[in-house]
């Protein structure tokens, strides 16, 4: 029998359109999350940058065979996938920090307002850490975990001169468990919960970033805020805890994602027939998540995470846990106000944020001549 990575996917996620793929686009089963600096010298060399990323974008994700190269010099292609690149729902989406607006190449008026550093929140393990922010990030997602890294390869190799990777953290997600969303390293279903951005009005009313951007800013219409954080689980704690503790404090049952006022994973709790939380705790991390309240619907979010696993620690512990990554059209309405509620809820005893950053997903690119941070370079 071949190996599964015989088997690569053929499907394929246009890369051009109003916004990039691999946003509301279905999640791969894997992932890499890198951030780069850029160490072109001025604005033209950022531009050719900016196209020469759009070429590799569109050349990956088309797929078809690699152009040959005679043997003395060399190859044009890693060689990683074969003579023939198969799309394997590849995609990449490509983001800017808030540092590319420093007075490197003169944009400074041109960064969105809402384009921000990420700050250092409560429970944060972050001092030290080499991996953090960054001029430009890439989400490459893909079936197969080799596609992904020819990908970054292929991007990185022909970007050379122009961007330094600064970090890199890789993910995947699991076969739903028997069904349903992915569990997580806890062992809980994730990802059970999205607001229905199939409907363009519900992704126009929560992810794209939309008519707030005016005159020097109108540019970023059509992209969306992404936040990433890695976050590792503390798994040989979570395992002395009681299944009943485990579930009081994510607020679902473990084994079927329902949650606890449920019977069915699709089940939606009704908290307001709980108000004192004797059935899904005040504090339980779904509850602070997203009271399902009208005052709290603009600040759901899209999450688009993925499981890492990185062996093992100094002390032998497991370095397993989450890259969360989410996507808005405001950060601060709401992942940051998701993300202080949850401050201090009986979660954050297990779970250690190590790293990640705040980018802003560029607008799609048509065909032609065009191609990403267009309006920004324009
Ligand atoms: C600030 C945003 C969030 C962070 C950070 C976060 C970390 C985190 N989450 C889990 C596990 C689960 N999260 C679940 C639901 C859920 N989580 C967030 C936000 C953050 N999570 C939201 C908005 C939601 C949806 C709430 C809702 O609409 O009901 C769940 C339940 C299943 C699901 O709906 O996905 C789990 C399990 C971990 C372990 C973690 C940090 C490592
Ligand atoms: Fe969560």
Not at 52 to 75: N, Q
Not at 192 to 213: E, H, K, M, N, Y
Not at 214 to 225: D, E, I, L, P, V
Not at 253 to 263: E, I, K, N, V
Request: proline share 8%.
């Amino acid at each position: 029998a071949a190996p599964p990575s015989a088997a690569a996917s053929g499907r394929r996620f246009p890369c051009e359109g109003p916004h990039q793929a691999g946003i509301t686009t279905q999640q791969q089963a894997a992932a890499t999350f890198a951030a780069f600096d850029v160490i072109a010298s001025d604005r033209a060399g950022l531009t050719a940058l900016f196209r020469t990323l759009t070429d590799r974008v569109r050349a990956l994700t088309a797929g078809g065979p690699v152009p040959a190269t005679d043997l003395v010099s060399p190859p044009a292609d890693s060689g990683l996938l074969g003579g023939v690149l198969p799309g394997d729902g590849l995609t990449v989406t490509v983001g800017v920090g808030a540092s590319l607006f420093d007075e490197r190449f003169g944009l400074a008026a041109r960064k969105p307002a809402g384009l921000t550093t990420m700050p250092v929140f409560p429970d944060d393990h972050v001092a030290g850490s080499t991996e953090l922010h960054g001029d430009i990030s890439l989400q490459i997602c893909a079936d197969s975990r080799d596609t992904v890294m020819h990908a970054l390869r292929d991007i990185a190799k022909h970007t050379r001169g122009a961007m330094q990777p600064v970090w890199k953290a890789d993910g995947f997600l699991p076969a739903p468990r028997p069904d349903g969303a992915p569990r997580n390293q806890l062992g809980f279903k994730d990802g059970t919960s999205q607001p229905a951005v199939a409907d363009p009005r519900v992704a126009d009313a929560l992810i794209w970033t939309g008519d707030a951007g005016t005159g020097a800013t109108a540019w970023a219409r059509g992209g969306s805020y992404q936040v990433i954080r890695i976050i590792r689980m503390l798994v040989e704690f979570w395992d002395r805890v009681s299944l009943q503790e485990q579930e009081t404090m994510i607020g679902r049952r473990r084994d079927s994602g329902a949650p606890l006022d449920g019977t069915r994973e699709s089940d939606p709790p009704d908290f307001a027939a709980d108000p004192r939380g004797l059935v899904t705790p005040l504090d339980s991390h779904i509850r602070l998540a997203n009271p399902r309240t009208a005052a709290t619907a603009a600040q759901r979010i899209l999450r688009r995470g993925y499981s890492y696993d990185r062996g093992l620690d100094a002390v032998g512990d497991l370095d397993v846990g989450l890259v969360f990554c989410c996507y808005q059209q405001d950060v601060r309405r709401q992942f940051e106000a998701v993300q202080h509620r949850l401050a201090g809820e009986p979660l954050v005893d297990y779970v250690q944020p190590t790293g990640g950053g705040y980018f802003l997903a560029l607008p799609g690119f048509g065909p032609g001549a065009d191609h990403l941070a267009a309006g920004l370079l324009a």
